[in-house]
């Protein structure tokens, strides 16, 4: 899932979205990246720059989707994971959570973080605690990048997780989860200072954008090298996720009923979850 619905509020009035790096668009570089790391499925939220996001995005797979937040709404963060979160489909593993404005984050990362996910599943504890001995890896259920001691983005979320994600409020992420979280959330190395990279400000853009001065990291797929996917917008008209669809107790969005718990951590951080807001 590619998050790209905000407003950039604080890139001098640039669409970010749409600034070339490598003579790419940063958030055509995100998506790519996803695809090159074997997502099958991509999500991408927007909001009230959609129509640039996906001329952006034109040519690639049908694979990607985008899925639009309720027109008028205020934008937060929170209220792009759960429309986000709403549009999966069923039967998930996992999902990998990007940032629509870190274009340099290699795919390589992406299939970093997979890997390890997996090798956790394989260790049987993702989705029962029903072992013993087990060390506090073998519990990992979150799986963040770090970069020379640094935590960065994107993250991926065991499914079980999902309902805590969507649970939140305000313009907060779900790192505000890692504390009580604990031992499920496993660090993993990289060697990729792209997971500490975002262009927030025209500095940054100044920095790493315009065609050319950063050299593509992953494989680039030009408009036209798939036929052109159909982008079918999920409609949430305004007031379809009014604060307090998905309080902290219920923990319920459409869709995540039926997911497996995590081993020792929905309990113990559903209390500390806070309402949605938007204000």
């Known amino acids: 899932m590619v998050l790209a619905a905000g407003l950039g509020r604080r890139a001098g009035g640039v669409n970010k979205l749409a600034v070339p790096v490598g003579g790419r668009p940063v958030v055509r570089r ?10 099958g499925v991509v999500r991408v ?3 009230a720059r959609a129509a640039a996001v996906r001329a952006a995005l034109a040519g690639l797979p049908a694979a990607v989707a985008l899925v639009e937040t309720p027109a008028g709404a205020l934008p937060a963060l929170s209220l792009s994971l759960r429309v986000g979160l709403a549009a999966l489909p069923q039967g998930l593993d996992a999902v990998l959570i990007c ?24 260790a049987g504890n993702v ?9 506090a890896d073998s519990f990992a259920t979150v799986f963040v990048p770090v970069h020379q001691g640094r935590r960065g983005n ?39 200072p792209g997971v500490v990279i975002d262009l927030d400000t025209p500095a940054d853009i100044a ?25 079918p917008a999920a409609s949430f008209p ?19 009923r039926d997911l497996p718990s995590c ?3 929905i309990e113990r951080v559903s209390t500390e979850v806070e309402s949605p807001h938007e204000g």
């Open 207 to 231: 920095r790493h954008g315009g065609p050319g001065e950063i050299p593509a990291t992953t494989a680039s797929f030009p408009t036209g090298s798939f036929p052109t996917g159909s982008f």
């Open 30 to 39: 995100v998506v790519e990246s996803a695809l090159e790391a074997g997502s």
């Open 99 to 122: 940032l629509g404005d870190m274009p340099l984050v290699r795919a390589d990362t992406l299939t970093r973080l997979i890997a390890a996910f997996a090798a956790a599943r394989g």
């Open 238 to 256: 305004a007031g379809s996720f009014p604060a307090g669809s998905f309080p902290a107790g219920a923990l319920q969005p459409p869709g995540m």
């Open 154 to 192: 994107p993250v991926l979320w065991a499914a079980c997780h999902l309902p805590l994600l969507a649970a939140l409020g305000g313009d907060r992420g779900g790192g505000q989860l890692f504390q009580s979280l604990g031992p499920a959330v496993r660090e993993v190395p990289v060697d990729d």
């Open 127 to 135: 989705r029962d605690n029903s072992g013993s001995g087990e060390t």
């Open 263 to 265: 081993p020792d951590t």
């Open 45 to 47: 939220v927007v909001g």
